[in-house]
Structure formats: structure tokens, C-alpha cells
């Protein structure tokens, strides 16, 4: 009875083993993009947010100097997502092709590292100033209102 448990249970283990858990680079690459496509989306957000915190700054309705400094911090830090997002469009191969699958999958793990870095930019920027701009009783950016909006 133990002998026959062992063998299951060993049967059990190699069925397991040869099961692929990693996801393999297609499934990999393909989050990437959906991600990419998102932010594409959330870039509208950030220019537009962006324009509103110039008319603000540019309009002088500034409450205080320390307001000024965050509005103007705000812009260069929503300006800098935005930069970010096309460093690293312009640096992702999206038909890269390794040598193996193992070269491949990693080239698009390291790549979903850099664009969940650009999401977490984006979202953080994003948060920061749309509170800012109600605040200033400025609607914050639809995320539709710039649909035409390129990269």
C-alpha cells in the first residue's frame, strides 16, 4: 500500500513538473502591449491635466508661492511621464527576436517592468493632479476628451 502511494504520488509529482507554469514570451509580450495600449489612453489624461495646470499658473489665480511651486513642480512632473511613455516606445522592439524562448521571455519581462514604471508614473501624476485641479474648482481630464490625441 505505501509502495503504491509513493509511485502515485511520485506520478503526481512529474505530471505537475512537466506542466509550464511560466508564461511563455507571446503571453508575455502581449501584456506588455495591453498595458502599453492603456497608457496610451491615460497619456490623453496627463496633457491634458498638464494644459489645465499652465492655464491655472498662467492665469494668476495661484492662492499662494507654495502653490505655484507644486503647480509648476506638477507640470515637469506630468511632463516627465509623458517623456518616459515615448523613451520607451521608441526603445521597445516589439518584434524582437532572441535566440531561444528562455532570451525572448526575458526581454519582455524586463520590458514589463519598464512600462508598469510608466503606469505607476502615470498614476501617481495623475492622482496628484487632479486634486490640484479641483482644488482650483478645474474639472479634471476626462480620459476621452483628447480621443485624437497622437503619440
Request: glycine share 2%; charged share 30%.
Given at each position: 500500500?505505501?509502495?503504491?502511494?509513493t509511485i502515485g504520488?511520485?506520478?503526481?509529482?512529474?505530471?505537475?513538473?512537466?506542466?509550464?507554469?511560466?508564461?511563455?514570451?507571446?503571453?508575455?509580450?502581449?501584456?506588455?502591449?495591453?498595458?502599453?495600449?492603456?497608457?496610451?489612453?491615460?497619456?490623453?489624461?496627463?496633457?491634458?491635466?498638464?494644459?489645465?495646470?499652465?492655464?491655472?499658473?498662467?492665469?494668476?489665480?495661484?492662492?499662494?508661492?507654495?502653490?505655484?511651486?507644486?503647480?509648476?513642480?506638477?507640470?515637469?512632473?506630468?511632463?516627465?511621464?509623458?517623456?518616459?511613455?515615448?523613451?520607451?516606445?521608441?526603445?521597445?522592439?516589439?518584434?524582437?527576436?532572441?535566440?531561444d524562448e528562455t532570451?525572448?521571455?526575458?526581454?519582455?519581462?524586463?520590458?514589463?517592468?519598464?512600462?508598469?514604471?510608466?503606469?505607476?508614473?502615470?498614476?501617481?501624476?495623475?492622482?496628484?493632479?487632479?486634486?490640484?485641479?479641483?482644488?482650483?474648482?478645474?474639472?479634471?481630464?476626462?480620459?476621452?476628451?483628447?480621443?485624437n490625441h497622437k503619440?
Amino acid at each position: 500500500m505505501k509502495k503504491t502511494l509513493t509511485i502515485g504520488f511520485c506520478i503526481s509529482m512529474l505530471l505537475l513538473s512537466a506542466c509550464k507554469t511560466e508564461p511563455d514570451a507571446e503571453a508575455v509580450k502581449k501584456e506588455v502591449l495591453n498595458i502599453h495600449d492603456k497608457l496610451m489612453i491615460d497619456g490623453a489624461k496627463v496633457i491634458n491635466n498638464k494644459m489645465k495646470l499652465d492655464s491655472i499658473l498662467k492665469s494668476r489665480q495661484i492662492k499662494s508661492v507654495d502653490d505655484s511651486v507644486k503647480i509648476a513642480d506638477l507640470v515637469l512632473k506630468l511632463n516627465q511621464a509623458d517623456e518616459n511613455m515615448m523613451d520607451w516606445m521608441h526603445a521597445f522592439n516589439d518584434d524582437f527576436k532572441g535566440r531561444d524562448e528562455t532570451e525572448n521571455l526575458n526581454y519582455y519581462k524586463s520590458e514589463m517592468v519598464k512600462i508598469r514604471n510608466v503606469e505607476d508614473s502615470y498614476i501617481k501624476v495623475t492622482r496628484a493632479s487632479d486634486s490640484v485641479l479641483k482644488i482650483y474648482n478645474v474639472a479634471p481630464s476626462q480620459i476621452m476628451e483628447m480621443k485624437n490625441h497622437k503619440h
